[in-house]
């Protein structure tokens, strides 16, 4: 069972990296609808803002306490959140509050809380009003693809698009679950989940960039498909660990090359949607949303590559 302190600092970590990630997926929602769908564009906004208040709640609550590892690994924002924020917001028309990424670039870490008991009880209610917001928000996308496959609605992003942040929502809950049961962890099945989760993701992010390019970007898109067979063959390697657990340092060690490669190439594609120097159909927001999840990913193979030795 872990500490308070570790609960604590864990849960605002996780809430840190997943609430940007879910109010974003609700800003891609939004942005694809038709005029037809006006009321679901409606219902993904609100989910946004549901999430922007939750996160500044979050926000408020981690000042100094979270781990400095976490805050300068680039996942909770990037020096190209905001310029992406704020293309986005132009090229969309929807309304995004960027104070929450200013607030986030100043966040403080490494410092012992005062008062535990009082944060671990607000820590454990923010973790449920996120389990609510979650499960409300994995519901719509759910509902969402179930009209899509069967031709009731029309959007612009992919099925697989609808389907890889579905599960996304529901890996975070998972973790909330975990994390407000104080659920003991089996480390190395643990970082089998995460690397059969993780693999797979930086698979589809490949294939969706890919498809988002304009198909005159021949060297781009080569690259794009090129990772997309990488990962998928490294999502296929780690499910082969939960019965060959001696590969498990190689797999590892091969994911996290493949991860740091694959974040510059979103990194350099990210600041070209920003400077307009890609043709893509894709947001900027977009790009720095998914180099933020291989931030992540990055720091959590690192962290497994001390244990797996």
């Known amino acids: 069972m872990i500490s308070n302190i570790e609960f604590i600092r864990q849960s605002l970590e996780l809430n840190l990296f997943f609430m940007r990630i879910a109010k974003e997926h609700s800003i891609f929602l939004e942005a694809a609808f038709t005029p037809m769908d006006y009321n679901l564009a409606a219902q993904a906004d609100a989910l946004k803002r549901e999430f922007e208040a939750l996160l500044s709640q979050t926000i408020a609550l981690s000042d100094g306490i979270i781990n400095c590892e ?5 996942e909770i924002v990037t020096n190209n959140t905001l310029s992406a924020e704020m293309t986005t917001q132009y090229l969309s028309g929807i ?3 960027t104070n929450l990424t200013i607030a986030e670039l100043s966040l403080g870490c490494g410092t012992y809380p005062c008062n535990i008991s009082m944060l671990t009880s607000q820590v454990f209610d923010l973790n449920q009003r996120a389990i609510v917001s979650t499960t409300k928000l994995a519901r719509f996308k759910e509902n969402l693809l179930q009209n899509v496959l069967s031709c009731r609605i029309f959007t612009s992003n992919y099925p697989l698009l609808i389907d890889h942040i579905l599960r996304e929502a529901r890996f975070y809950l998972n973790m909330l679950m975990k994390l407000q049961n104080r659920a003991s962890v089996d480390i190395t099945k643990d970082i089998i989940e995460q690397e059969i989760f993780w693999n797979r993701i930086m698979a589809e992010h490949s294939k969706f960039i890919r498809g988002l390019l304009d198909p005159t970007e021949d060297e781009l898109i080569n690259t794009a498909n090129n990772f997309a067979k990488e ?3 490294l999502t296929a390697q780690a499910i082969l660990l939960n019965e ?3 590969l498990l340092p190689k797999v590892t060690r091969e994911s996290l090359e493949s991860t740091i490669d694959v974040r510059n190439f979103k990194k350099t594609g990210t600041e ?14 977009l790009g720095d949303h998914v180099v ?5 990913y990055i720091r959590l193979l690192k962290s497994y590559s001390c244990i797996v030795k």
């Open 231 to 233: 990962f998928d063959e």
């Open 272 to 285: 070209g949607l920003i400077n307009c120097k890609i043709k893509s159909i894709a947001y900027p927001l």
């Open 95 to 97: 309304p995004i509050n």
């Open 70 to 74: 976490v805050n300068s690994s680039g």
């Open 244 to 246: 060959q657990i001696g």
């Open 292 to 296: 933020r999840e291989a931030n992540h």
